[in-house]
């Protein structure tokens, strides 16, 4: 971790309840601005690189990411949630705990939702072949198969 001294006593708390969970975080502060502000995501992948886990770059114009333990679109939810003006700290603590939360498995709802579909299709189609073998099972015979003709009554 890289802070400011007053700072790094409310960062090691997300840091080590990030360990208690099993995830890797690793927090940056830098006070020199930087444009374009992906700057910030380029320090953080650089680094996340060597180190694994989560990396979070706080600058003053800016915030970059990179993680391996959670979802682009996870951090991405995480950081567009988090309340501006407040501190650094209180910045990465709603970052890690929204990237934390339980979230919905899209991968699995999809296939879910394939299966679904594609089993309604089957017994749809199913159940319109049905009415017709139906019906020309329940026909009355040919007035020709009946055996008499109607010019010899």
Same mark, same amino acid.
């Given at each position: ?47 996340? !690189?060597? =180190?694994?886990?989560?990396?979070? &770059?706080?600058?003053?114009? @800016? ?8 979802? $682009? ?33 899209? !991968?699995? =709802?999809?296939?879910?939702?394939? &299966?679904?579909?594609?089993? @309604? ?8 072949? $049905? ?23």
């Amino acid at each position: 971790m890289s802070a400011p001294a007053d700072q790094v006593p409310e960062l090691t708390k997300v840091v080590k309840d990030a360990e208690a969970d099993g995830h890797d975080l690793y927090l940056v502060v830098i006070d020199e601005s930087f444009s374009p502000f992906t700057v910030y995501r380029d320090i953080a992948h650089e680094i996340q !690189t060597s =180190t694994g886990g989560t990396v979070l &770059v706080f600058g003053p114009t @800016g915030l970059g990411t990179s993680s391996t333990d959670f979802s $682009r679109v996870q951090i991405e939810d995480a950081t567009s949630e988090m309340h501006k003006g407040v501190s650094i700290p209180q910045q990465a603590r709603e970052i890690y705990d929204k990237a934390t939360q339980p979230n919905v498995d899209w !991968t699995l =709802t999809t296939i879910v939702l394939i &299966v679904v579909v594609v089993i @309604g299709a089957v017994v749809a189609r199913m159940l319109a072949r $049905r009415p017709k073998a139906a019906a020309s099972d329940d026909a009355p015979p040919d007035a020709g198969d009946a055996g008499s003709s109607p010019d010899e009554v």
